[in-house]
Nanobody, 124 residues
Framework: HVQLVESGGGSVQAGGSLRLSCATSGLTYSTYSMAWFRQAPGNEREGVAAIYPGLGTTSYADSVQGRFTISRDTTKNTLYLQMNSLKPADTAMYYC??????????????????WGQGTQVTVS
């Protein structure tokens, strides 16, 4: 049974940093793609960053490239999103997602079959 539990959200001033965590269970990073998505009120869910199984190749949305870093710790079964130089436009609910599919588009939510409950990030 796959479970994803996010934490680490909060309120921060523009230019600040936050690190989101996603505690995972019931999956292995060697076979699951993992990603962070976000959704602001009135907007569609947007792929932010993804990490592929195995070697851990990463992919980022243009809007966060160079500011956000996705990583995973296999010893702690935890996925991270380090967010630096935050902007008000980054304000959203952030979701951790996992995909057991073997061929995916990394930042497309349709390919992910497990989701966390979300953690709110507010940048002012």
């Amino acid at each position: 049974h796959v479970q994803l539990v996010e934490s680490g959200g909060g309120s921060v001033q523009a230019g600040g940093s936050l690190r989101l965590s996603c505690a995972t269970s019931g999956l292995t990073y060697s076979t699951y793609s993992m990603a962070w998505f976000r959704q602001a009120p009135g907007n569609e869910r947007e792929g932010v960053a993804a990490i592929y199984p195995g070697l851990g190749t990463t992919s980022y949305a243009d809007s966060v490239q160079g500011r956000f870093t996705i990583s995973r710790d296999t010893t702690k079964n935890t996925l991270y999103l380090q967010m630096n130089s935050l902007k008000p436009a980054d304000t959203a609910m952030y979701y951790c997602a996992a995909s057991s599919r073997t061929s995916i588009q990394a930042l497309n939510s349709r390919f992910y079959n497990y989701w966390g409950q979300g953690t709110q990030v507010t940048v002012s």
